[in-house]
């Protein structure tokens, strides 16, 4: 079983950014951000930090101490603890993604559901939720669908 199908992708992704971690760092929380993300957060609360000397996380607010206000905040950023197991998750995520076929309703949300249904009047692949639905509105119930597991192989 991949881990987009049990759910553990959803962990896998930066909260601030919504995508997939790249370069993930952790603040003394113990929460986990992209550096770019957490770098572009501490920017943005420059003057809480010039006074308190601490960053607040974005999640639980909890002070993570910042380098000296002479300090680059890139460089903070880049110094804060790597998260090697998460980088390593995310990229085999990542090659289990790639093999998937996707509803193309819910990306259009940033949701990854795995489709099970192909519309063929529509040429758009559906996840279970989004065939149910088509299959009840008025302008698409007629149409046709196929529905099978698929996997992008089966198509290349």
């Not at 957490?38 to 607010?61: F, N």
């Not at 758009?124 to 698929?150: P, R």
Request: net charge neutral; glycine share 2%.
């Amino acid at each position: 079983m991949s881990l987009a199908q049990c759910g553990v992708h959803k962990q896998l992704r930066c909260t601030i950014c919504l995508d997939t971690f790249k370069s993930p760092k952790v603040l003394s929380c113990l929460h986990i951000f992209c550096e770019k993300c957490i770098c572009k957060h501490a920017r943005s609360l420059r003057e809480d930090w010039k006074q308190t000397g601490s960053i607040a996380c974005p999640l639980c607010r909890f002070l993570t101490p910042a380098p000296g206000t002479d300090q680059n905040l890139d460089d903070w950023a880049a110094k804060l603890p790597d998260i090697s197991i998460v980088s390593s998750i995310s990229a085999s995520d990542e090659i289990d993604n790639a093999n998937q076929v996707f509803c193309e309703p819910c990306l259009q949300l940033r949701k990854n559901n795995i489709s099970m249904a192909f519309c063929v009047t529509c040429s758009e692949y559906l996840c279970h939720i989004c065939c149910d639905c088509h299959k009840t509105f008025k302008a698409t119930k007629d149409h046709i669908i196929t529905v099978q597991s698929m996997n992008k192989t089966e198509f290349d």
